[in-house]
Nanobody
Framework: QVQLVESGGGLVQAGGSLRLSCAAS????????MGWFRQAPGKEREFVAA????????YYADSVKGRFTISRDNAKNTVYLQMNSLKPEDTALYYC??????????????????WGQGTQVTVSS
């Protein structure tokens, strides 16, 4: 079992930045690839970014490429999502998730094994 706790969400103006953190506990963090997803009201959960166990593979959704950066610190059992140039359409509940499968990373929400409770990001125009 892996417990995930997100933090760092909040209200920011368009063009601003936020840094989300996800702290993991329970099992060996470095055994899991990690991902960030988001879900806006009335919409499906959407892939944002994913990072492999050793940070060697990283993927982004086209909608955030060039603006968001995912990283991890295995010594601190934490994964981060640096979000720059935020837009109102980035407003959503952001979740981190842990993947223990055989691929280097996963981009589909149903492939992930553990989820945090989410942290709200609201971008005002």
């Amino acid at each position: 079992q892996v417990q995930l706790v997100e933090s760092g969400g909040g209200l920011v103006q368009a063009g601003g930045s936020l840094r989300l953190s996800c702290a993991a506990s329970g099992r060996t963090f470095s055994n899991y690839a990690m991902g960030w997803f988001r879900q806006a009201p009335g919409k499906e959960r959407e892939f944002v970014a994913a990072i492999s166990r050793n940070s060697g593979s990283i993927y982004y959704a086209d909608s955030v490429k060039g603006r968001f950066t995912i990283s991890r610190d295995n010594a601190k059992n934490t994964v981060y999502l640096q979000m720059n140039s935020l837009k109102p359409e980035d407003t959503a509940l952001y979740y981190c998730a842990a993947y223990r499968g055989s691929l280097a990373v996963a981009t589909l929400y149903y492939e992930y094994n553990y989820w945090g409770q989410g942290t709200q990001v609201t971008v005002s125009s």
